[in-house]
């Protein structure tokens, strides 16, 4: 099993639409968790960062199942300009001061007038 | 000015050849990474440094070499150039704290020829 899991997509919407990615990862212990964005292969850029709770920004909601391993973002109300690869971040629990990250492939999204 | 940034941006070298990118950071992030980017491939690490003189292999690491002398300064050279390292190759920094997001420089667009 890889260690970071994503659905490459792609997925394509109607503006306006509601659309949904999910992410599993397979380190129990992992520490954090992020969404990043990555337009055309320029550089990855962070979205969100995922907290245990769940949180909002604005169009767009991250979620984190521990117990399922997995992380979720929601985007509401989809715009042409939210076409992107979205990437999914983990920094696992590793021996020793390690902030390695671990990412995703990445979710192709395309948002259709 | 603040921030991340890698030079050259665009490389064009013979098949061989000795060739290095550099990154610079103005943060003073313990870390720094170096990633590189094919279709179908995603991130993968080619080197990671948790401070100064401190470097670790990543998953890729087999025909580079890094050095850190400098906290903020993160040299990726190719010793021998061959096609199969034709890719986009990004740096990264991030701070040592955990939960911290990393930063992306702009890439480096590579050909080998």
């Known amino acids: 099993r890889k260690e970071v899991e994503q659905d490459p997509g792609p997925f394509n919407v109607p503006e306006g639409a509601t659309v949904a990615f999910n992410c599993t990862y397979s380190?129990?212990?992992?520490?954090?968790f992020f969404w990043y964005r990555q337009d055309c292969r320029k550089e990855p850029k962070l979205l969100m960062s995922?907290?245990?709770?769940?949180n909002e920004d604005g169009r767009f909601t991250a979620q984190l199942n521990r117990a399922s391993q997995y992380i979720s973002l929601l985007i509401r109300d989809s715009k042409l300009s939210d076409s992107a690869t979205y990437l999914c971040v983990v920094n696992p629990r590793l021996p020793g001061n390690n902030r390695k990250l671990i990412w995703g492939l990445g979710t192709s999204l395309a948002v259709n007038p | 000015d603040a921030g991340i940034t890698q030079s050259p941006r665009y490389k064009i070298t013979e098949t061989g050849r000795q060739v290095t990118l550099m990154c610079h950071q103005t943060w003073s992030h313990s870390y720094m990474f170096w990633y590189r980017q094919d279709l179908g491939h995603g991130l993968r690490l080619i080197y990671y440094?948790?401070?100064?003189?401190?470097?670790d292999k990543g998953e890729v690491p087999d025909g580079y070499v890094v050095s850190r002398s400098k906290t903020e300064n993160f040299p990726l050279t190719l010793e021998s150039a061959t096609r199969s390292q034709t890719s986009v190759y990004f740096c990264a920094s991030r701070a040592g704290t955990p939960n911290t997001e990393a930063f992306f420089g702009q890439g480096t667009r590579l050909t080998v020829v």
């Open positions: 380190n129990s212990a992992s520490q954090s």
């Open positions: 440094s948790a401070a100064a003189d401190i470097t």
């Open positions: 995922v907290y245990s709770s769940g």
